[in-house]
């Protein structure tokens, strides 16, 4: 497995509709660095999380279902923490980003840093190619008609009904999260690799450990249970509506490459907390290493850009996003649902 540094699309250099964007984003400042506001968040966030699990350790067994909620949105927002640190939006230096994202995604979450750094990084190269993002990939779910007709196994038993059953599947995607970082940390190759799996190894085994002394056997089940599915369901609903429903790539055009495969999600700051910025995908995948907190306001000179442009600009709200994402889910297993379809291979 190679490394990759960070998450990021390298535009062509000749494209000058994106580089007359990118000078007027640079003199507006957006592309600057924020440590004040980085170090106020990693501060509650971190504080937040140390103080969930003291109230745990001293009233888990009475109030463990609430706490288990509390732990979910708070490991969401850990998870959005080290997605900044991967773009290099919180330390410049890459020693730096590493040793955070180390220390955020193998030891706070139980989440390789390197497998998710080469996966997001092509997610970002080819955001909904259906051969090259790792994203659209047709592991369970299928993400196109064509994905549909050529699929077998558990794909092609879950894509007949699977917009009905995205959000039930969302709960298994934080044991999904860790099982496919330990698979990446046993194969040979990958940088660090000792030391990622001995981070991952203190997490579970930490994690285990508290859980276990603090509740009798069966409320740890539930716990867990509880507290990883309810964190698959709040990255799903982060991450999501981003890109899901949206067509792929028509240009290698740097600019409508990224504008045309992404959607954001229009809302305010509660929104902008609750998504950690992300709801401004479309000015994340054009500048992935701004930070979060300068995203809206680039939104307007963005849009103002594709508009006179021509280049479509999409944008919903939180429920439309969604609407969308799953109308294109039931639309891409319509094949499997017809009558008489056969497997891959056979005839019809």
């Known amino acids: 497995m190679s490394h990759t540094s960070s998450p990021e699309a390298t535009p062509r250099m000749g494209s000058s509709d994106f580089t007359e964007l990118s000078r007027r984003i640079r003199e507006a400042g957006l592309l600057a660095h924020r440590p004040g506001y980085y170090t106020a968040r990693i501060a509650v966030v971190t504080t937040a999380l140390v103080a969930a699990w003291a109230v745990f ?11 288990a909620v509390v732990l979910a949105a708070l490991s969401g927002q850990v998870a959005l923490l080290a997605h900044d640190i991967a773009h290099r939006q919180v330390f410049p230096s890459r020693r730096s980003a590493e040793i955070a994202g180390l220390l955020f995604g193998n030891l706070t979450l139980g989440m390789s840093y390197g497998w998710w750094m080469r ?27 064509r994905q549909a007709t050529r699929s077998s196994g558990l794909p092609r038993f879950v894509g007949r009904w699977q917009a009905y059953l995205f959000l039930p599947l969302l709960t298994l995607e934080g044991l999904n999260l860790h099982v496919a970082s330990v698979r990446a940390v046993l194969e040979p190759g990958m940088r660090r690799r000792g030391l990622e799996a001995g981070l991952l190894l203190a997490h579970f085994a930490g994690y285990l450990a508290v859980v276990g002394t603090v509740l009798p056997l069966p409320q740890a089940i539930a716990f867990v249970a509880v507290h990883k599915a309810l964190w698959g369901v709040y990255l799903g609903v982060i991450f999501a509506p981003n890109h899901k429903g949206m067509p792929e790539p028509e240009s290698s055009d740097f600019l409508r490459k990224q504008v045309c495969t992404t959607r954001n999600v229009r809302g305010g700051r509660l929104t902008d907390l609750a998504l950690g910025g992300l709801n401004h995908q479309i000015e994340h995948h054009l500048f992935p290493s701004m930070p979060t907190p300068n995203l809206r306001a680039a939104r307007p000179l963005v849009r103002d850009h594709c508009a006179r442009l021509g280049i479509s600009y999409h944008e919903v709200g939180l429920l439309r996003s969604w609407q969308e994402a799953l109308r294109h889910l039931h639309d891409a297993g319509a094949p499997l649902r017809e009558v008489g379809t056969a497997p891959p291979g056979e005839g019809r």
């Open 119 to 145: 996966k997001h990084t092509r997610h970002h190269a080819n955001p909904n190619h259906e051969d090259l993002d790792p994203d659209v990939a047709p592991a369970v779910l299928v993400w196109s008609r």
């Open 57 to 67: 350790a001293l009233f888990g067994q009475t109030w463990w279902p609430l706490i």
